[in-house]
């Protein structure tokens, strides 16, 4: 699996802008972040967006701001902020484990994705194959190392 594309993101933004007026609103937005297990309240994320509603273009720089390391986020080079890394890629990996058995399976995959309007029906041949690429046990499902693998790789490259 790879970092979303403009393409995906734009067809994010266009599937959330329910009343097609070239913004997601608070509502929209917060209905994404849900699915994806991030719980906030409207007032929660006005103060963090600092607006009632994004743009495209706002859209792709909050997307980038929450999916991309940042080296200026008070981590000394200590280490200190490890943990906190790692917690958050058990809460990323545990939105795609829908059944919580310790594995991301295709069909997984294939409904968050699909969820999220990334994937279009019958994506499953895609599933595998973005499976397949980090699969390193070949059992055809990703557990948490190889999903760690797997994102650690996709933000440092």
Same mark, same amino acid.
């Given at each position: 699996?790879?970092?979303?594309?403009?393409?995906?993101l734009?067809?994010?933004?266009?599937?959330?802008?329910?009343?097609?007026?070239?913004?997601?609103?608070?509502?929209?937005? @917060?209905?994404?972040?849900?699915?994806?297990?991030?719980?906030? !309240?409207?007032h *929660? %994320?006005? =103060?963090? $967006?600092?607006?009632? /509603?994004?743009?495209?273009?706002?859209?792709?720089?909050f997307?980038?701001?929450?999916?991309?390391?940042?080296?200026?986020?008070?981590?000394?080079?200590?280490?200190?902020?490890?943990?906190?890394?790692?917690?958050?890629?058990?809460?990323?990996? @545990?939105v795609?484990d829908?059944?919580?058995?310790?594995?991301? !399976?295709?069909? *997984? %995959?294939? =409904?968050? $994705?699909?969820?999220? /309007?990334?994937?279009?029906?019958?994506?499953?041949?895609?599933?595998?194959?973005?499976?397949?690429?980090?699969?390193?046990?070949?059992?055809?499902?990703l557990?948490?190392?190889?999903?760690?693998?797997?994102?650690?790789?996709?933000?440092?490259?």
């Amino acid at each position: 699996m790879s970092p979303l594309t403009s393409n995906d993101l734009e067809r994010i933004f266009e599937k959330l802008d329910k009343n097609r007026d070239g913004q997601v609103s608070l509502e929209e937005l @917060n209905w994404l972040l849900e699915r994806i297990g991030v719980e906030l !309240s409207l007032h *929660e %994320l006005e =103060s963090l $967006l600092g607006k009632p /509603g994004l743009d495209f273009n706002e859209f792709l720089f909050f997307y980038k701001s929450i999916s991309t390391p940042d080296s200026n986020d008070g981590d000394d080079g200590s280490g200190s902020s490890d943990h906190e890394d790692e917690s958050d890629l058990v809460k990323a990996f @545990n939105v795609f484990d829908v059944n919580g058995d310790g594995y991301i !399976s295709c069909e *997984e %995959l294939d =409904s968050v $994705l699909r969820r999220l /309007g990334v994937m279009e029906e019958n994506g499953s041949r895609d599933c595998r194959s973005m499976i397949h690429v980090y699969d390193t046990n070949l059992d055809g499902m990703l557990d948490f190392q190889e999903f760690k693998h797997m994102m650690l790789q996709n933000t440092i490259s």
